[in-house]
C-alpha cells in the first residue's frame, strides 16, 4: 500500500485472542477529496475498526482513524481509504475472501467459517456480484439461448438468459411467460446494446418463449433445441411401449425391464444392452417399429444442407403419420407447426445443450444454499456461479497486502 499508510503496531488480545493492527499515516500527510480529487489539507478523523483474514487460526481486526479533509469545493468530506470500502466494516481483502469461499461451499458453511452472519455475507456476495455485471460486456452478443429452471415448490419458474458464444450466464428473469422476454429486450437496451444485433435464439417449443421471441426478437431467427425434440421422440417413445406392454400380455414379459434400452442412444449401450436390443428389434413390436423412427430423426442433425434436410424430414413426416403409432403421429404433427425452427438448426447448429449443462451447476448450487431469504438472492447464487463475471479469484486475492510495517 502506497504512501502515506503504515502499520504502526500488532497486537495479540490474549483475552480476546484476537489479532489488532494499528494503521496510521504520516503527519503532515494530505489526502485527494473523495469527491472532486483535489489534494486538502487534514481536518480531523473518527476511529474505526474493520474485520481482516485471520493470522494463523485468530480473528484480525484492523484499527485506524480516517481522516476528513477539508475541500474548498465540497466542505468536510471522508476520505476513501485503499483496504475498505466506503460504510463497510470489512477490509477489501476479507471480502473477497467471502466470495472465493461462496464460490466453493454454501453461504452458512462460509458464514460460519468466517465467523459473521450469513446475511452479512449475502450482502457481499450481492454487491461484487452487481458491481461485476454492471461491467459486463455484452456488446458482441449474437445468439442468446433461453429455458427455465425451477427454483422453490409449487411451479415458481425462472428463465435463464445465455449468452451461446461465451458459454454463461447473462442474465435471468423471474417466471416463463412471454414477459420475461420483454424484461430480458429491456436489460440488454440498459447495457447500451441494440436488440437487433441478436440473430439467433434457441428454445424449446414453449408458446410463451416462441410470443416472446416475435415480440421482442423479430429479426432473430428461431432454433428449437435439438435435444427438447428428441426428448419429445423419447416420450412418445416410451409411451408406445408402455401402451404395448400393459395392453398385450404375451408380451409384457418381454419388454419388463427395457425402458432404457430403448432411450438411450446407441453408442451409450454396454455390448450386454446392445445385445439384447438387437434381438428385441427383430420381434414384431411397435416399440421397435416407434425406436426405428427415433434413430431416423436422429440423423436430421448431421445433414449440412438445408435442402436436403427438409427433404429428409418430409420423408420422416410421412413415414411416422403412417406408421398407425398415435403416440409418434401426435409428435409428427407438432413437429410439422414448428417446422422451420427445428430446421433451423441445419444453418445455425446452436444447441441449449450448454444451457443445460449450467441450469444442472445452478441447481446444485441452490441445493447448497438451503433456501433464499431473498428473491435477489437466488440471481445472485445464479450469477456466481455460471456467470463467468469478473470477481476476485485466488489469484487476485494474493495480491492485496496490507502497508508495511514503519
Not at 23 to 45: K, M, Q, S, T, W
Not at 78 to 105: D, Y
Not at 325 to 335: G, R, V, Y
Amino acid at each position: 500500500m502506497a504512501e502515506p499508510w503504515y502499520v504502526e503496531r500488532v497486537v495479540f488480545d490474549k483475552e480476546k485472542l484476537q489479532v489488532d493492527v494499528f494503521l496510521a499515516y504520516r503527519r503532515g500527510a494530505r489526502f485527494p477529496c473523495p469527491e472532486c480529487g483535489e489534494i486538502c489539507e487534514v481536518h480531523d478523523n473518527k476511529a474505526r475498526s474493520w474485520k481482516h483474514l485471520y493470522h494463523f487460526q485468530y480473528p484480525t481486526y484492523i484499527h485506524a482513524g480516517i481522516p476528513r479533509v477539508i475541500c474548498r469545493h465540497h466542505g468536510t468530506r471522508q476520505i476513501n481509504i485503499p483496504w475498505s470500502r466506503t460504510k463497510s466494516r470489512l477490509s477489501e481483502a476479507f471480502e473477497h475472501f467471502l466470495v472465493i469461499l461462496c464460490g466453493e461451499m454454501t453461504v452458512s458453511a462460509a458464514s460460519q467459517l468466517a465467523g459473521i452472519h450469513e446475511n452479512r455475507v449475502w450482502r457481499v456476495l450481492h454487491r461484487y456480484v452487481e458491481e461485476a455485471r454492471k461491467k459486463q460486456d455484452i456488446s458482441r452478443l449474437r445468439a442468446v439461448g433461453v429455458d427455465e429452471v425451477s427454483v422453490r415448490k409449487g411451479h415458481n419458474y425462472a428463465s435463464v438468459f445465455c449468452d451461446l458464444d461465451k458459454s454463461c450466464v447473462i442474465d435471468v428473469e423471474e417466471g416463463k411467460d412471454a414477459s420475461v422476454l420483454g424484461r430480458f429486450r429491456q436489460w440488454v437496451q440498459e447495457k447500451g446494446v441494440d436488440p437487433g444485433q441478436i440473430k439467433q435464439c434457441c428454445c424449446d417449443m414453449s408458446p410463451a418463449y416462441i410470443l416472446g421471441i416475435d415480440t421482442n426478437f423479430p429479426y432473430a431467427e428461431v432454433t428449437y433445441d435439438r435435444y427438447h425434440v428428441m426428448a419429445m421422440v423419447n416420450k412418445a417413445l416410451d409411451t408406445v411401449r408402455r401402451h404395448e406392454r400393459t395392453t398385450n400380455q404375451a408380451k409384457r414379459d418381454l419388454l419388463r425391464n427395457t425402458r432404457y434400452l430403448w432411450l438411450k442412444n446407441p453408442s451409450s449401450l454396454t455390448g450386454k444392452q446392445a445385445n439384447r436390443l438387437t434381438d428385441i428389434k427383430k420381434l414384431d413390436l411397435k416399440t421397435a417399429r416407434a425406436y426405428h423412427l427415433k434413430t431416423a430423426l436422429q440423423r436430421l442433425w448431421d445433414y449440412m444442407d438445408p435442402a436436403e434436410a427438409d427433404r429428409y424430414l418430409k420423408k420422416w413426416y410421412f413415414w411416422a403419420t403412417h406408421s398407425r403409432l398415435q403416440p409418434m403421429i401426435d409428435l409428427a404433427k407438432t413437429i410439422k407447426r414448428h417446422w422451420d425452427g427445428v430446421l433451423q438448426f441445419i444453418q445455425s447448429r446452436i444447441t441449449n445443450g450448454m444451457i443445460e449443462g449450467l441450469i444442472n451447476k445452478i441447481r446444485t448450487a441452490m441445493k447448497r444454499a438451503y433456501g433464499f431469504k431473498k428473491p435477489k438472492y437466488l440471481k445472485t447464487i445464479i450469477y456466481l456461479v455460471a456467470g463467468d463475471l469478473d470477481l476476485p479469484t485466488p489469484k487476485n486475492f494474493a495480491q492485496l497486502q496490507l502497508p508495511t510495517q514503519s
